[in-house]
């Protein structure tokens, strides 16, 4: 915008004061500006937010009943301790230019903030991301891990891992950022065009999991002691459901809030192209990836299987946003659904694997953010699209783009080295730092613990309690009779059924 | 906005080059005029998909527990299988103009797209609604209904009958449409206005599931021998009541989202009179319609069952907000209060009707959907009024408008005929889907299947587990009396 | 924007019709800033909105089973009798100036809007606050209220009480407000800073709900023969989760979005000060007092208990949250920490007194909205900065601000006027209303339908059914047990036990 006046005055020229004039108009443009983008950024971040409850609801129903409190303790900690590491320091680690490639040394507790490129809603937005990448991680770890251990290694991640991993590809100061600085050199000409995260968010949380959830080891009983895999099921499929629904809902914000601004126009000024019409595709794609891999896990489920099952549909719909994150600005609606058909069967396989090697993963966390993350910074490098490419990217003439459009090798390479960066620099800190809480005892819960559940010995007691607890209601009786009842009328039961009535 | 440089040039003269200063100034108002928008129309259409959710959560707790996986399961394959044939063709049959009054014949595979009129977030809003009339069917038929015969009516409804609809009241070709191409005489010189869908999604999702739970019959045990209704209640009310409120939520994206746009002035430009105005009136008219409905249900149940009952309540207010949804941006917030009120009896009719009939719709969401939905057609042809008909659909002098506002019975026959063309073009394309679908015997489970629960025999077992099954911990005791169980095979 | 014309005109001279030019052009951005401003009022009223689904669950969550069906109608109606009597009388008594300090007199049923200063939009907005106020109230009389009580307070609060309080504060007519209208004198020369309601909305409904709760006296089973506090848990954890997440959600709403408009500028018309900037930092501070009061709540808990509850964490999160929304838009970043560390320690000595005075709140919102909101409203008085209050507050230069950060007492002055005067208006009004309600028999329901559970006798029938009904299904087999159970240790059958196992 600061082109404007520039245009504007000699267009001007004959009024008393073109320049005043043109900076007076272009000015009521800029305030414009910031108002519209603001709202959208403001908005985006509260959708980014519900993808928090999403993943309580998703945690919460893919554990044992049992150790429901435990999960959903850990979301909302992940949340609120999040907010304070990130206010304190992790926004600084990330974002806080000018700075080196590696990490960021401004805006430590939001000072020197508000300023021409961040604002509070930056922050926010931010946070909102951060919080995500722990929220990953504490599915893989679920149903026997320490409190204490959780306490630790969410705050090691939120305030210090996934910071130094976002400066890197979405600081401008970030040795490997597709948008770096103008005048500094971009790896391989390109850069990493990770644009909303599959690499910094999916792929981060999730190789932490897959470090946290190898030296834990597996659940008890979640292999027999032949060694075949025992589904120890979640309990209950309706959080499982409303769970992805609000993650599907917070993607929205995730995807496309990640363009920051709205208010920017790419072809001639009042034409309808600009960055309005890329934030309406990028949320196009993202449908359409998830769509797709969640029909192709219908269906290939159902072959496997004989079922159709809803939670595996719910997982591969998962798989297929976390892996359209990387590219979804910049590809075709019609390469999102390749992205989304290629997610499905990436996760069914690390699902088969990881079932072969005993590796537990209560909610498929590693597999699923690890992998289809991984999976979707590949695609990202096939399939990108010029135009696209240099409309999100602006200011760099020539760039490579995607392999398969024509665009060459060097994103590839860039996305490799991403992948490989990423794996090497969490398991480097993530992994020792679980492997030193290990070897602390501060992992793992004892088994009592872990057959007992962890509601019941570390946060106060179970999460449902349907049963009526009032003793005199019962007049002594004892505590029987279950309380959900619908039959309208009293059933009088049997001796000889009641007798069996509790065996299933 | 393309007045805009033709205003202003003459405005500028004095300056050198005051048409470019005017076209410049104005191509930077057609900027912001885009940047807010799409804002507006995104996050409308992130409301309208969070719906999605509330059907899911309301379906899922307006069933048995046995059936709850089931149910879930279409409610997101409504949402998958919607987003790809929307994608592939039913977004085209749709919008895709210039073309015929009957059906759309572009944009397949969003080609074409963006251009001036269609920008990927049109496409994202409208296959929001799509999604909805396939999920208003699917609780129609549940718990008895083939999860194979599921897919087949869904992408038909989703991919064919509906696009086709909506083609008809909304694109600017649609034969019967209020804001057709300008140009094209309307139907009866006034046009259908539907504004958000109470007969474009409503009355179709009602009336494909009618003839749905016709051909199927009721469940099992809904009628006892002697021919009396036995409530099957559903297993949650807690989840009826999260999905009513989610659906409540998502209607703001509904019918205010349905102006589409929000930055356009109706008076002289620089005062209060514009689209934000109309925007915020539909959610006040929303609001009470829906308010009202609860209340006069809440209390008509009360006098006839005795007791208080949420999900009565809840179903009442889907009711009155189906029917505002026709004619929410046309009528002013008093009528909203008729609308609901009357929506409130005419849902109590007709389920008193379904239960005489031995007609089962375990969400009732053809009395519903399909009831209220028409009764708010009737509605708006009743209460609209000429101010906010001129300024939501401009350019037609002296059109026609509420028969009780003055505005003569026009509307209101445009308004039958839209009821009469909806039901038989629902009843001819889906009755017989449905109808071979039964004879193929695709449609119904068998009874037992029925009986022991979908969830079960089809999808890998129960939806919850609140049960501890680790073996360690039982001692070999039976492991007392939990109903839900995952185990594959009965035990 | 109504000096846009004048400022631009003199700009364009030389221009054949300047003045002409220059109101066409300020029209144009009046327009836009209607399209704006509107966009972002109703997606933040949407998302108010959304906090009474929140309240919804967390209710529904927080009581026992056999009440579930009440409690969630009660919230159902609140939104819904909410709607009507607003429109019809509440939004009148509250805005519809000009009128007196004491009450609102125009806009009954809408009439005259949209108008300059009240558009729709508005309406919407402030119904939204109006509800979450009887929301509030009815978490602390819940499971032992008559419905037909229930009805009459909730459409006395939502259409009179409240009003009347948000006229006095947030009204230009009334006589504490901070925004008075000009030319007429602020209370203290100050006024009441309550930007978005810790006091009109969390102490209005929280001390209704502490009336309402002390003269219907203690649940059944509260508090034993011995006087000690027993526990009465609500039935499910992760709806009491959910119904959290989904109020934090629509907070966003209710704190950013109280400045209505955000399109405005605070420095010179093209730089970054402007009202989105503001709007971020109030989503910050709201964030970061929630955020810290659960940290605190969770460690504070942690050390009197010996266990990580969720349940309290949740509440530590929302009393937070209720203290941060009187100050939310003129503090810094930092006093929003000390607020939510406050109100940690707040809510847990509030609850121990509340224990020990055997007052019984089955929501603890008494001591959350009336307690913290109090709190948040000295807060406010000690920590508002002198910069943010006048760009929040504009057009009153000089104006006083935090005790804390050197602006004098004066607004502490005015804000312990405010907590008294809305204790006392809210014990006038509720308390007879209640004591008469009390006296006439509607307020408490009998002590066998507390005991059976309100759901059973007055509502239908219970909210759960997870056994299967149809008889055939079971071949003759005993329908055994329902599947709930929370017994920490397993229950064996005795053969009596089952005997009376499924009479309720």
Tied chains: 1, 3.
């Excluded at 007076?24 to 108002?35: E, L, P, S, V």
């Excluded at 292999?223 to 993607?251: C, E, I, P, Q, Y």
């Excluded at 007992?452 to 106060?460: E, F, I, P, S, V």
Aim: charged share 10%; hydrophobic share 45%; with cysteine.
């Amino acid at each position: 915008m600061s082109s404007c006046s520039s245009d504007l005055a000699p267009l001007l020229g004959g009024v008393a004061n073109s320049s005043a004039a043109a900076d007076y108009i272009c000015n009521q443009f800029t305030d414009a500006g910031f108002a519209i983008d603001t709202t959208y950024l403001l908005f985006s971040a509260y959708l980014v937010f519900a993808m928090q409850l999403g993943f309580a609801m998703l945690c919460a129903g893919s554990v044992r009943a049992k150790n429901t409190m435990n999960i959903m303790l850990t979301n909302v900690l992940d949340a609120a301790a999040g907010g304070l590491f990130y206010y304190l320091f992790g926004f600084a680690f990330a974002f806080g230019g000018p700075s080196n490639g590696f990490i960021g040394k401004h805006f430590f507790g939001l000072k020197e903030v508000p300023q021409t490129s961040f604002d509070y809603s930056n922050f926010l937005y931010q946070w909102a991301f951060a919080i995500a990448a722990a929220g990953i991680t504490s599915g893989s770890i679920a149903e026997r891990t320490q409190f204490v251990a959780y306490l630790i290694y969410s705050s090691f991640l939120t305030g210090f891992v996934y910071p130094v991993v976002s400066h890197w590809f979405w600081s401008g100061d970030g040795w490997a950022a597709a948008a770096r600085n103008a005048g500094e050199s971009l790896l391989f000409e390109t850069g990493v065009i990770d644009f909303a995260g599959s690499g910094v968010v999916h792929m981060v949380g999730g190789i932490a999991g897959l470090w946290g959830a190898l030296i834990e080891g597996p659940r008890i009983g979640r292999f027999d002691h032949a060694g075949r895999s025992v589904n120890l099921r979640g309990h209950s499929a309706t959080l499982v459901v409303l769970g992805t629904f609000l993650l599907w809902f917070g993607w929205y914000g995730f995807n496309p809030g990640s363009f920051n601004i709205i208010f920017r126009t790419y072809g001639p000024s009042g034409s309808i192209h600009g960055q309005w019409s890329a934030v309406g595709r990028t949320a196009v794609t993202t449908t359409l990836a998830g769509c797709t891999a969640a029909l192709t896990t219908l269906f290939g489920k159902r072959l496997q299987t004989g079922h159709w099952n809803v939670i595996d549909v719910c997982n591969g719909l998962l798989g297929g946003f976390a892996a359209i994150t990387s590219g979804c600005s910049v590809v075709d609606p019609w390469a999102a659904i390749i992205c989304g058909f290629v997610s499905a069967w990436v996760l069914i396989g690390l699902n088969k694997l990881a079932a072969k090697l005993k590796f537990d993963d209560p909610l498929e966390a590693a597999q699923l953010h690890g992998g289809c993350g991984a999976w979707g910074i590949i695609f990202t490098a096939l399939f990108a699209r010029e135009k696209y490419v240099n409309e999100v990217y602006p200011g760099r003439p020539g760039r490579p783009y995607g392999l398969f459009t024509g665009g060459g090798g060097r994103l590839l390479g860039a996305h490799i080295v991403q992948i490989l960066v990423i794996t090497g620099w969490v398991s480097c800190t993530m992994g020792p730092l679980f492997f030193a809480l290990h070897k602390l005892n501060l992992l793992r819960i004892s088994a009592e613990d872990e057959l007992a559940g962890m509601d019941l010995t570390r946060h106060g007691g179970f999460a449902y309690d349907y049963h009526d607890e009032d003793p005199s209601a019962h007049g002594g009786s004892p505590r029987g009779g279950f309380m959900l009842k619908s039959s309208p009328t009293p059933v009088k039961p049997k001796a000889n059924q009641t007798a069996t009535a509790n065996q299933v």
